[in-house]
Nanobody, 123 residues
Framework: QVQLVESGGGLVQAGGSLTLSCAASGRTFSSYAMGWFRQAPGKEREFVSVISRSGTGTYYADSVKDRFTISRDNAKNTVYLRMNSLKPEDTAVYYC????????????????WGQGTQVTVSS
């Protein structure tokens, strides 16, 4: 089992920045690729970004590319999502998730999920 706890969400003005954190406990953190997803009100949960087990590989959704940066610290069992130039359409609950594979972008490919953290971007 892997337990994931997100933090760092909040209210920010458009153009601002936030950094989300996801702390993992349980089995070896470095055994999992880590992803971030988000779900806006009335919409399906969507892929945001994923990082490889070692942290050397990353992949982003087109909607956040060049604005968001995913990173991880395996010594601290934590994955981060730095979000810059935030837009109102980035408003959503953000979830981190773990998968034992690779650069997965589909929800069903992930084994463990956090409870989510709310990000609200005002215009």
């Amino acid at each position: 089992q892997v337990q994931l706890v997100e933090s760092g969400g909040g209210l920010v003005q458009a153009g601002g920045s936030l950094t989300l954190s996801c702390a993992a406990s349980g089995r070896t953190f470095s055994s999992y690729a880590m992803g971030w997803f988000r779900q806006a009100p009335g919409k399906e949960r969507e892929f945001v970004s994923v990082i490889s087990r070692s942290g050397t590989g990353t992949y982003y959704a087109d909607s956040v590319k060049d604005r968001f940066t995913i990173s991880r610290d395996n010594a601290k069992n934590t994955v981060y999502l730095r979000m810059n130039s935030l837009k109102p359409e980035d408003t959503a609950v953000y979830y981190c998730a773990a998968n034992s594979g690779s650069y997965y972008r589909r929800l069903y490919e992930y084994d463990y999920w956090g409870q989510g953290t709310q990000v609200t971007v005002s215009s």
